[in-house]
């Protein structure tokens, strides 16, 4: 016999939601941004690796920059190109857990490969999966969040790919003190399958997203997905919202080359994402990526040894984590667009002081003092660039070309990074540090002038009012914001 509920219980029923819903979306959070975790520690760990490898493979500086580059482009590269249009199609669940798959192998690839040949190949198809995973991971949480809740569930993102970064600094130092064999590097790289077995098995607990649901037609399932995580009345308004926006010309969504009709028939998406590939560019003129690469060949070409370089590289991850939890706590209250602008410009100043540092005699001291404002680099990113630029990212991408939107970013993101990575020792040793730096100090100024001009704010609006917002303003009322 069923039985209605008394009035008197309603308020105990909908704390049981309530904390039914929280504990989906932590449980959701957890394993979805282990995605993020293996984008940290395989990015990351090669720094540390390098110094094995030039020791057991006899590697030159250009098979160094190679390797390093190999997951970047053409791995990561064709890996967010491939991704975007994937999770459109099989959804963001099915492809996070094909990443999954993918991480596996090209890290045991990575850590059995008998020659070079074999490894670059093995960091190729490992970079696919961290292409791939940097499109989809951000997307799934974005569109599986409530509003007031997104912020911080994608940033979480960013915490564990921080924590990544961490996690395969400290591995380095552990495995340098306890394997005395050129062939650490093997274990460096090898240990990160024990977290991707974890996301391929956990993605298959969760549910896609509720507008992916939408966009193919299973509205029910997108109305049930909704209610996992919020209450009834906050789903059926949000659900309301999201029917409304994949109902609009639904028909250009259909079939073949469905994102480049949308593109050609509404100029504002166009714009949209050409702003997003734009910015995602502008985040890898910082210079971070050379800081997470290139920090202990840094610090050892400066006169440190190659213990002393793994173990101050730490303090990168360690300045990583602090940077991103500060971060996360001002997207409590801070609009995102003034932490965009704060961060290109903290940026800039960090390089300035690290050109001048550079300028100093060679010693110890000038060593650290270098460490120092490489650290300031890397927490005026991670504070406030790298907690806002990707939550940004997956808000102003359209619902119909979301996947595909920040597939395109993503790729532009990617081989902007390898340019960088690859080029950076080259430049170095062509001019020196001092113009190095200064060519990154140009690029954050203008960085800064066009997020200034062309980045909108998001902050504490459903995805589908972001949306609204883009499509019906005038264009330049629908990017420029008071800061």
């Keep these: 016999m069923s039985h209605q509920p008394q009035a008197g219980t309603a308020p105990s029923h909908t704390g049981q939601k309530k904390s039914r819903a929280g504990k989906f979306l932590i449980r959701l959070t957890a394993i979805a941004t282990l995605g993020g975790l293996l984008f940290g520690f395989d990015t990351g760990v090669i720094s540390g690796a390098l110094l094995y490898m030039r020791q057991d493979l006899d590697l030159s500086s250009v098979q160094e920059a190679l390797l390093v580059t190999a997951l970047l482009f053409p791995g990561a590269t064709g890996g967010a190109l491939l991704g975007g249009p994937l999770s459109d199609r099989i959804g963001r669940k099915l492809t996070l857990v094909a990443c999954a798959a993918v991480f596996i192998a090209g890290t045991l690839g990575c850590a059995f490969a008998p020659d070079f040949g074999t490894l670059v190949f093995a960091r190729i198809v490992l970079g696919a999966a961290v292409g791939c995973a940097s499109v989809t991971c951000p997307v799934y949480l974005a569109e599986m969040a409530p509003a007031d809740r997104r912020g911080r569930m994608v ?78 009345a906050t789903a059926d308004h949000e659900y309301g919202q999201i029917v409304e926006t994949v109902k609009i010309d639904a028909q250009e969504s259909r079939g073949l080359g469905a994102e480049l009709r949308i593109l050609r028939a509404h100029p504002w998406m166009r714009r949209i994402l050409l702003i997003g590939v734009v910015f995602a560019v502008a985040q890898q003129t910082t210079g971070v990526n050379v800081v997470t690469y290139y920090t202990p060949t840094v610090l050892a070409n400066s006169g440190l040894t190659n213990s002393a370089s793994l173990l101050a590289s730490v303090t990168v991850g360690i300045t990583l984590i602090v940077g991103t939890l500060i971060g996360i706590w001002l997207l409590g209250f801070m609009p995102r667009r003034r932490m965009v602008l704060i961060g290109f410009g903290a940026v800039a100043v960090s390089h300035v002081c690290l050109a001048l540092t550079f300028a100093l005699p060679e010693s110890t001291v000038r060593s650290y003092l270098i460490l120092v404002f490489l650290l300031c680099v890397d927490s005026s990113m991670t504070t406030f660039l790298g907690t806002s630029s990707w939550l940004i990212l997956s808000e102003i991408s359209p619902t119909r070309i979301r996947g595909f939107a920040m ?22 040793g062509a001019i020196g540090p001092i113009p190095t730096f200064a060519i990154f100090i140009v690029f954050n100024v203008v960085a800064f002038v066009f997020c200034a001009r062309y980045i909108p704010e998001t902050k504490d609006r459903t995805l589908e009012e972001v949306e609204e917002q883009l499509r019906s303003a005038e264009p330049a009322r629908s990017v420029k914001q008071t800061v």
């Design 155 to 232: 940033t979480i993102n960013q915490l564990m790919i921080v924590v990544g970064l961490f996690l395969s600094f400290s591995t380095n130092v552990l495995l340098d003190q306890l394997i005395h064999d050129p062939r650490a590097w093997r274990f460096m790289l090898g240990i990160a399958a024990v977290p991707a077995a974890a996301l391929f098995l956990g993605m298959f607990w969760l549910p896609d997203s509720p507008r992916w649901y939408a966009l193919k037609g299973r509205f029910e399932q997108c109305r049930q997905t909704l209610l996992l995580g919020r209450d009834a």
């Design 407 to 428: 597939g395109a970013s993503l790729a532009a993101l990617w081989m902007a990074n390898a340019a960088i990575s690859f080029l950076f020792p080259i430049v170095v």
